[in-house]
């Protein structure tokens, strides 16, 4: 199955819910676990936003940690697709779980990116989580897992 699982975390809803899979998931195929972040390249006067994102960061490995999971955390600078496909291929992963979230028309198009697409630039397989797992859930099948 998968021997090393990228979850890429963003902190939002459906952030968290990805990283409930992706742990899930990670715990059955008995995987090593990174837990990526990145914050958009900024200047020194954006300190308030990386700031913001360590915060995530540490956020996602606290939730982590609090259902009894280790994992390693990281942080990048830039375009999310660039970075999360680098990062990926630096540590050999077999599999990226991104969490998904639906934007209106005028957010795609204000926020589209040149990079293209992520699951064109991975050189793994790659899940876009849209289960809801309650905390609930989640930890009855932690104990099943």
């Not at 956020?59 to 600078?77: P, R």
């Not at 970075?83 to 198009?109: C, H, P, Q, T």
């Amino acid at each position: 199955m998968y021997k090393r699982i990228v979850l890429a975390y963003d902190g939002s809803l459906e952030g968290r819910n990805a990283l409930r899979e992706g742990v899930l998931l990670g715990q059955i195929s008995k995987a090593e676990l990174f837990l990526f972040a990145v914050a958009p390249a900024v200047s020194i006067a954006g300190a308030e936003v990386l700031d913001a994102y360590d915060d995530i960061l540490r956020d996602g490995i606290a939730k982590a940690n609090e259902l009894g999971v280790t994992l390693s955390g990281h942080m990048a600078y830039g375009d999310p697709v660039t970075e999360i496909s680098a990062f990926a291929k630096k540590v050999g992963a077999d599999l990226v779980v991104v969490s998904y979230r639906r934007k209106s028309l005028l957010e795609r198009w204000w926020t589209g990116s040149d990079q293209g697409y992520l699951s064109e630039r991975l050189e793994c397989s790659l899940l876009i989580s849209k289960n809801i797992l309650s905390r609930e859930e989640f930890t009855e099948r932690m104990k099943r897992a």
